[in-house]
């Protein structure tokens, strides 16, 4: 039965204590507090008739690849124009630590941006690919391109075609994100399994759990009765298969972990 409170535990800061291979799962709300909208919330701009989950699709994109492709590169300044908050940079100070003492802390993130690589960490595995590399739609040639000029903080008022391939000459450019119905990069989902099955710690903080197949990780770690932690200001999907569910923001409650873990 999953114990639900709002700051860390005696039994959680003792968990915290004695791991010595943690996995984190990371999704959306981990980036909340540096100012990146989560995937749940309403569209703004060009996109404010959109969900999220309708502009992250292949169909979209063919329907409409101007619209999609100007909402990766707007993102792509937002994320550009913000700093890792302090649970990005708890993660990394703890990973440091645990490495130090021959420990490990494995990141697997959802998330598109690289706000955990710029707070000083080694991310083991981004599930849903990054949105500051791109490819050919028909070749899948990779494909260099200048940081896009975008006011992340406030929406274009009308969008661009995505630049034709310059290799193939045929296709258009597109992010290497993963869209719905696409697979996960098969590497980032084995090394994430393998990670969560070999942990002593399992956190999942600032996801929904709501997209699959990642929102399934946790399960391995359930099915081993390794100590599931999970940081939301939320209740989610997965709260259930919790042991704790740590009800606050992201940036605080990892910073109070790493602190309990020293
Ligand atoms: C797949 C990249 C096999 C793009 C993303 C029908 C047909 C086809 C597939 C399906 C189908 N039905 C279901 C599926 C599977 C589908 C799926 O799961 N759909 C969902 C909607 C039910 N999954 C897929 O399609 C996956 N591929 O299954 O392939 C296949 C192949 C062919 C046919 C069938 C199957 C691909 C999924 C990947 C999609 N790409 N992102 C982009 O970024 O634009 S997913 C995208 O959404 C994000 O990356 C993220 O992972 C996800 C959103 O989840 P969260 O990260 O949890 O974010 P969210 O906004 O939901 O929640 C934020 C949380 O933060 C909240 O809980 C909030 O409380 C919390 N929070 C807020 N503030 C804070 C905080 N937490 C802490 N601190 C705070 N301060
Ligand atoms: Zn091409």
């Not at 700051?7 to 999704?27: K, M, P, Q």
């Not at 959306?28 to 309708?54: C, K, M, N």
């Not at 992250?56 to 492709?69: C, G, I, K, R, S």
């Not at 130090?100 to 080694?122: F, P, Y």
Request: glycine share 6%.
């Amino acid at each position: 039965m999953v114990k639900e409170s709002e700051a860390i535990t005696d039994d959680v800061a003792e968990l915290v204590t004695s791991a010595h291979r943690v996995a984190v799962l990371t999704g959306a709300g981990i980036s909340a507090e540096s100012g990146v909208p989560t995937f749940r919330e309403a569209q703004t701009g060009l996109w404010e008739r959109f969900s999220a989950e309708d502009l992250a699709t292949v169909e979209a994109f063919e329907n409409d690849p101007a619209l999609v492709w100007t909402w990766y590169r707007w993102r792509q300044s937002l994320i550009q124009a913000v700093e890792p908050n302090p649970g990005h940079a708890a993660l990394a100070d703890w990973q440091a630590r645990l490495r130090a003492r021959q420990g490990e802390l494995s990141i697997i993130t959802q998330n598109v941006d690289d706000l955990h690589e710029r707070a000083g960490a080694e991310v083991l595995g981004h599930l849903h690919g990054s949105i500051f590399t791109h490819r050919c739609v028909d070749c899948a040639e990779p494909a260099e391109l200048p940081a896009p000029q975008y006011n992340g903080f406030e929406p274009p008022a009308e969008s661009e075609h995505p630049p034709p391939c310059a290799v193939c000459g045929h296709g258009v450019l597109r992010p290497n994100v993963v869209w719905f119905a696409e697979m996960l990069p098969a590497e980032a989902f084995e090394d994430a399994s393998a990670a969560i099955r070999s942990a002593d710690l399992v956190l999942v903080v600032g996801t929904s759990g709501i997209v699959q197949p990642a929102a399934s990780l946790p399960l391995l770690a359930m099915e081993r009765r390794t100590p599931l932690v999970e940081v939301n200001p939320e209740p989610t999907e997965l709260t259930e298969v919790m042991d704790y569910s740590l009800r606050g923001p992201s940036g605080t409650l990892l910073a109070q972990m790493v602190q309990a873990s020293r």
